[in-house]
């Protein structure tokens, strides 16, 4: 069985005339965790957009769990396993957040044993499920993005800025969350980050990406791991 859950081997993607990934490469391994750090405007959201088909490669392939999916739509990417939560506009606001967990499962005679499982982890939303998703605070809407990610009980999950804005101790409970995930599910995962602590907390490796290239890695827990990280996003 092939050991390797994504794999991206040469892609170039952007947008339009506009290049900002250039033949780019990467893998993660089944059930490991890689954080994505990297200035803003680097392309770390370029690149997932590309993975999920919302951007199209003008060279390359993905591959997932040995896959080609370099030309699938979307909603067929996300059909092989994948869960995303995206940065921005990744909720459906008018929906009630029973509503929004619900959209990441296949059937509805899913739900209560899905739900029961993240429950725990994100106890707000117990008494809440029949309130609009848009009226919760930014925190609550990322905690929403993440279990709605988890309901669906992913191989791969993919996740661009899930700390930005948060408090300190939203952002412990995503972490543990993730930690929780893995160790339970052995869920593979790739997390652009601006939180260096957070990212480093969660992954086993890291990759700095500079326009559009990957510059440098190394693990996560090594020592000299932060200063390194800290080094690529000064300059």
Do not use: C, W
């Not at 250039?22 to 590309?50: R, Y």
């Not at 925190?139 to 996740?159: D, F, T, Y």
């Not at 990212?199 to 500079?210: G, P, Q, S």
């Amino acid at each position: 069985m092939n050991s390797v859950a994504l794999k991206l081997d040469g892609v170039t993607s952007g947008y339009r005339s506009a290049i900002v990934l250039m033949d780019l490469s990467l893998q993660v391994n089944k059930g490991e965790a890689v954080a994505l750090l990297g200035k803003n405007g680097m392309g770390k959201s370029t690149l997932l957009k590309s993975i999920m088909g919302f951007l199209p490669k003008k060279a390359g392939t993905v591959y997932l769990h040995g896959e080609d999916i370099t030309r699938m739509p979307p909603h067929r990417i996300a059909r092989q396993g994948i869960a995303y939560a995206a940065q921005e506009h990744a909720l459906f606001a008018d929906l009630s957040i029973r509503d929004n967990l619900r959209l990441g499962l296949a059937g509805e005679s899913l739900f209560q044993e899905r739900f029961d499982a993240i429950e725990p982890l994100f106890p707000v939303f117990k008494s809440r499920l029949p309130q609009p998703a848009g009226t919760l605070s930014g925190g609550e809407q990322k905690m929403l993005l993440l279990a709605r990610a988890l309901m669906m009980r992913p191989s791969v999950i993919v996740l661009d800025e899930i700390t930005e804005g948060l408090q300190p101790s939203v952002i412990e409970r995503l972490a543990n969350a993730l930690l929780r995930e893995r160790e339970q599910h052995g869920t593979t995962m790739l997390i652009v980050e601006q939180n260096v602590p957070f990212a480093l907390k969660v992954a086993d490796r890291y990759l700095i990406l500079k326009q559009g290239e990957v510059v440098d890695q190394g693990e996560a827990r090594a020592d000299g791991a932060v200063d390194s990280v800290f080094a690529h996003l000064r300059v």
